[in-house]
């Protein structure tokens, strides 16, 4: 089994920074595929952004340029820097992981199919 804990998460303003981190324990190991996701309320669940072993990466198009995956295989940890906040990234942002060999682009569009989900860490900008 495999556990991911998310922090990280806060209140700014818009224009501001954040950094999440997600710590992966257990059964876990640093080939899985995976992700950051969001869901603002009553809306559906999106991908952010996604990283594979290899360190590629894929981002939603809303955060391009914006938003940063990168990720630590020594201390099972990944990160999302996120600069430059808007009041639409207002959400609770989840941290996923998958062992199945995909692409990070594949990871993205995963939003409900990725093996391993954190309990979110709550994001909220304000104007």
């Known amino acids: 089994q495999v556990q991911l804990v998310e922090s990280g998460g806060g209140s700014v303003q818009a224009g501001g920074s954040l950094r999440l981190s997600c710590a992966a324990s257990g059964y876990f190991y640093s080939r899985n595929c995976m992700g950051w996701f969001r869901q603002a309320p009553g809306k559906e669940r999106e991908g952010v952004a996604a990283i594979e072993s290899d360190g590629s990466t894929s981002y939603a198009d809303s955060v391009k340029g914006r938003f940063t995956i990168s990720k630590d295989n020594a201390k099972n940890t990944l990160y999302l820097q996120m600069n430059s906040l808007k009041p639409e990234d207002t959400a609770m942002y989840y941290c996923?992981?998958?062992?199945?060999?995909?692409?990070?682009?594949?990871?993205?569009?995963?939003?409900?199919?990725?093996?391993?989900w954190g309990k979110g860490t709550l994001v909220t900008i304000s104007s």
């Open positions: 996923a992981a998958d062992p199945t060999p995909m692409t990070a682009i594949q990871a993205l569009g995963a939003t409900y199919g990725m093996a391993y």
